[in-house]
């Protein structure tokens, strides 16, 4: 699949602004995916002891939500609603709606499939994003189709470097901005609960230093 970004705009101090709220909410976006999957999870192993009942309850519960709201849009890795995401308005609530499906599939057992439905998450976000951040559609879910992901991995080097190569380097600070931005205001949390902390965020979690995230989650539930 081919994703463009025709629309790019000089880099101006009330862009880089508005950039640097674009990133926020990517990572805000992001850490709310991290710890939606760990909180479906964990409510999971509480309440069902035997493991391969779990995804079979949470896949009963995902086929009767997607009956009931008729659509196949948020299932899937929906790659058509990506490409989507950079020409037209969609609903303002996708990215919301896609965040709980995934995570609770997640949650109930099903292993893999984050990538490109954190693109989608980060793709819709982006576009949504138009009614009130003055930066062209397609520049906007570009940036979140990179930023949300570098937000839930911790990878903002990689994922502004898969930006540059997906959409281009004419948008290649726009990306570093959002990427950078969202991996800061993801917190100490992450979909690969082995990564461990090298080097804390800020010094507010300096504490989980060299702590994995899957160990930083069970501290904060105690």
Known sequence: THYHIESIVEMTPINLLWSLLAGILFGLAAMLFSKSTHFWSSLFKNKINYPPLRPVIGGVVIAIAVYCIGTTKYIGLGVPTIVDAFNINLNSYDFLVKILFTSFTLGAGFKGGEVTPLFYIGATLGNALIWFIPLPMDL?????????????????IACTIMGIELFGIESGVFIAIA???AYLFSGHSGVYSSQIIGSPKTDLFSKEKGLSLSEIEANRAK
């Open 140 to 156: 906007l879910a570009g940036m979140g189709f990179v930023a949300v992901f570098a937000g839930a991995t911790n990878t903002p």
């Open 179 to 181: 990427c950078s931005t």
